[in-house]
């Protein structure tokens, strides 16, 4: 049994930089023809000729794959109209940060009042960049993602004509806001697709599905899996893939981040299936993203087989998801692309 | 500044077996006057032979120390009036394990069907002999605890003479259970008195900070602090201080357990200095427990002295709470006592 998914793309992937970026990057670009690619590197990219500069970096880890590496920038409230739009050229949009909600989210945003960031928002809503935001406040780590959304909705409401992308929702909550605001949309990824905070720290704690936000409670993972398998126009994947060494993640102070990249089509093969939904893994996985983002990827097309894919236990010094584990479905670039 | 404590006790604690006894023994035996020792051994304690043995390896690792361990049986619902008469010679308690939930309870209970349990917890109930429980369901890892209290309420009610134990309580519910049914006790551990889930997968996920059960919120935090700290009659200190070498700790699957053993004393008499209760630290440290156990402790006098305490970052290969800090209490054995 086969399928061929066309264009897959990973609207939120990191793809970290020196070393790391060389040794991971093509674990994406094989399998999507595009990604958006996350801004927070240990120097946030908050100008243009660095995002000019990573991008060529990330050119080059990619090699002769054909992948599209959409860029963004760190935002900052000090972006003004004439430097955005400068920017717009390059880049697809612009990821907000609370200041130290994750990694290397140090120079993120402290102040949440409207008016601090009305005029940078003001001219992303005019310019039509997309707003990405990592949705948590500083309380209790199941609750942050929850009590961000206050500050959704009033962004949302604010600024009508603003695309707002809610990134890796995790909890039911978020879903629900989806559907209460026209410009508030989503991505979700593989794992909280698949595991609750039991995955995590309910039989052994596995500081490999450590992230954040943290996988929260089932009743919260169903309702992210109902709107992803039944192809929510307003939902895109979007991996959340973060790698970091394995010593950084078996250690006694693990940093958050789940490396998916490698295994996430396959993954989500089998979840659709399982689910008797296959035929909407394409809106989730591409369709919906181009329409939201208005975007033409690149050409590409993938298939998947039931095949069994035996996860390597490492890429690099990365410790994949289901790593050493058994996964139904395997993927390749088709040769007729 | 010095305070002096009275025999303090840790009703709740591991000690392991083999090399692991041997290394850590002292850990406790140094400053407490008598631990209830857990029976969930690799092959759990299930005979007053195996009872006998353990107590001698117990007794020979503490060397000299001034220290009684409680010995205890894992608990069996086939164990029968006789055998337990026998028994109660050499144990103070028995410890039921819901099957799997915890570290080395695989022979635990798995039906927790009253008639099932009767004849034993009649018998104890007759003999005298306290029930202590691993009070989780193998539910949501958030809520186990709080599912559990509904077998709580029952066997309290059935069996209205068995003094049960609800060992390392960890949310407000159950403070709750201990002023709704008279036989109901509970053991506290220093790093639910502490900490919370944000401590543990708040910020960097902290292995050496997980434990079963897991820390909650903190509302529950403030209920068990507020029974702890004024010296509630029903509550006793229990250390729940459990060993694993650092590679099970920080690995791709963590095992569960702190090893608060050394750093007990220390840690408490701030947590009740802080809140201005350090009257009522002798109350949580030994006199409360003296009281519903019917015990007579070794008189063993431990000072607490206001001189920083530098915490090792391991004893043996064991990395204890607080690895690396400074405490600000100190604590040795009373040379006058």
Redesign the interface.
Known sequence: MKIVLKSPLDMHLHLRDGDMLESIARCSSRYFAGAIVMPNLVMPVTSIDEVISYKKRVLKAIGDDKFEPYMTLFFKSDYRYNFLKEAKEYIKAIKLYPSGITTNSEGGVSSFEIDDLRETLEAMSELNIPLLVHGETNG???DREKEFSSFYEKIALTFPKLKIVMEHITDKNSVELLNRHDNLYATITLHHLLI???D?????????L?CKP?AK??EDREALQKVALNGHPKVMFGSDSAPHPRDK????????GIFSAPVALSALCELFEKNDKLENLQKFISDNAIKIYGIKPIKKEIVLEKKEFLVPQKYGNV?PMF?GEKLSWSSYESTSS
């Open positions: 209790f780590v199941m609750t905070l039991d995590v720290a309910g039989g052994l704690l596995r500081p490999h450590f943290i409670r089932y993640k078996e250690s006694c102070g693990c940093a958050a410790v790593a």
